[in-house]
Every structure is written in C-alpha cells, then in structure tokens.
C-alpha cells in the first residue's frame, strides 16, 4: 500500500507494472533486459482516493491521462528494473501529493496608491517618448 495523506492511499493491486527494453546508454546491458517500467494506474477506479482529489488530478495531469481514464508513467532512468519500479511509485507519490491539499482562494484586493503611482509615471514616461517621436513642425 502507498500511504500519500492519512486519507489517501492506492493499493499495490491498483497498479499495473509492464516492462521493456531501455534505450540509451548502457551498451549490451540495455539490449539485453527489460529495465524500463512502465506503470498503469487507473485514477477513478481507485477507491483510496476522494473525489475531490481524483478530479484535481484529472484536472492537473490530463495530458498524461489516456481517454479511458488510466494513467500511464515510465521511467528508464536507471539499469536496475527494481530500481526504475521504486522511483516510477515514488513519481506517482509525489504526483498524488501534489494535488492532495485543495488550492487556497483567491482573495480579490485592491491595487495599493504606490503601485498605482509607478503604474501612471510609467504610462506618462512611455507618452513622453511617444511624443519626442513626432514631426516637428518649424
């Protein structure tokens, strides 16, 4: 089980690990095994996590999200399968985090007097410039 929040956590049974060759550097090694992991997760299936949750992480990661709902993360960074397995859950961890605490209201405020002050001097400077650009007319 991955524990994310006290109310959120995914089942082992929830994730769906696949395996294939790694490119990149690594020589014969990489030609030879399966190192890549790559991770399906379907997000509104899995009971551990609230509503609220799933749909900001819908929200938030929709481009890596496939239209049937399901989550895909790789991860070929390293030559160990076991090793590239840990660091893709701690992905999906930090991801999960990430979204776990609603994000703060905006509360609407009013433009101070120095703000509008340097606001004005900076529209007078920019007409200033804009006039010395004329036709001067003799």
């Given at each position: 089980m991955i524990d994310v929040a006290p109310n959120i956590h995914v089942e082992e049974s929830e994730l769906e690990f696949s395996f294939a060759r790694s490119g990149g550097p690594g020589g014969q090694h990489v030609n030879k095994t399966s190192?890549?992991?790559?991770?399906?997760?379907?997000?509104?299936e899995s009971p551990g996590v609230p509503d609220a949750v799933k749909q900001r992480f819908l929200?938030?990661?929709?481009?890596?999200?496939?239209?049937?709902?399901?989550?895909?993360?790789?991860?070929?960074?390293?030559?160990?399968?076991?090793?590239?397995?840990?660091?893709v859950v701690e992905r999906l961890k930090g991801?999960?985090?990430?979204?776990?605490?609603?994000?703060?209201?905006?509360?609407?405020t009013r433009p101070g007097k120095g703000v509008k002050k340097r606001r004005r001097q900076a529209r007078e400077k920019h007409a200033q410039k804009k006039q010395l650009r004329k036709k001067v007319d003799y």
């Open positions: 190192s890549k992991v790559v991770l399906h997760w379907t997000v509104v929200q938030q990661y929709r481009t890596r999200i496939t239209e049937a709902g399901v989550l895909v993360l790789d991860c070929d960074e390293t030559r160990s399968q076991h090793r590239n397995r840990e660091l991801m999960l985090e990430a979204v776990a605490k609603p994000p703060k209201k905006r509360v609407p």
